[in-house]
């Protein structure tokens, strides 16, 4: 969708590096949500980000929203072969959980 | 983990034929949702619930149908499938009220021949 983009497209990592990863709204955000999915499965729920400024942290994982709620980031600090998979954001504009707008999706690939 | 189960994980199946996928969830939760998935495309929703007999569409236009009869269940019927059909399809939940997050099942990912 245009409304919200993801970057990279695809990462491949050594195992142990940190990666970010980013989701960049077309306009302001009333929430954000990541998911990470493994191939062929369904989504896993990770964060859900609202106020801007707001970090959440989930093991090794660390997701922020700027200021201006129009963009989140990813981080992943030392990461391991069990963070491989799809990692989508999807925006909620409308403040109700109903009508998300979902990125392409990051796929990241972590080598041994 | 969320408990909420889809069956079948997978399907082949043949043109013409009717297509009932299932999707039930223990936790109570109000909404229910299904998305299609295609490969490098974003996820749409073809079908959300608010409760029970309550459905509307998405907004993705689809040739499938949903029911919501009971909370715990929302099935996804094609009444002749078709190659066009072939996709992954998602089904999700979440919690009445504001910033509650969907939780989503493995998915069926069908194939029409």
């Known amino acids: 969708s245009q409304e919200l983009e993801q970057s990279p497209q695809s990462l491949i990592v050594q195992e142990g590096k940190n990666l970010t990863i980013n989701c960049t709204s077309s306009?302001?955000?009333?929430?954000l949500y990541w998911y990470k999915q493994k191939y062929g499965e369904g989504l896993i729920f990770l964060m859900m980000l609202q106020k801007g400024g707001e970090e959440k942290s989930h093991e090794k994982i660390t997701a922020k929203l700027d200021e201006k709620k129009q963009q989140s980031s990813l981080h992943i600090t030392a990461s391991q072969p069990s963070h491989a998979g799809i990692y989508l954001c999807?925006?909620?504009?409308?403040?109700?959980?109903?009508?998300?707008?979902w990125g392409l999706g990051t796929s990241l690939a972590v080598n041994p | 983990e969320a408990d909420i189960y889809q069956t079948p994980r997978y399907l082949v199946i043949g043109t013409g034929k009717k297509i009932t996928l299932e999707c039930s969830q223990t936790?109570?939760?109000?909404?229910m949702y299904w998305y299609q998935q295609d490969p490098g495309m974003e996820l749409h929703l073809i079908h959300y619930s608010y409760g029970v007999n309550s459905t509307e569409k998405g907004d993705l236009s689809s040739e499938s149908t949903v029911s919501r009869i009971r909370t715990e269940h929302f099935p996804l019927t094609l009444e002749s499938a078709r190659p066009s059909h072939t996709s992954q399809y998602l089904c999700a939940s979440s919690d009445t009220g504001g910033n509650q997050p969907q939780h989503f099942g493995d998915g069926t990912r069908l194939s029409i021949l």
């Open positions: 306009k302001t955000l009333y929430g």
């Open positions: 999807g925006a909620d504009y409308a403040g109700n959980n109903r009508k998300l707008i």
């Open positions: 936790m109570g939760h109000d909404k």
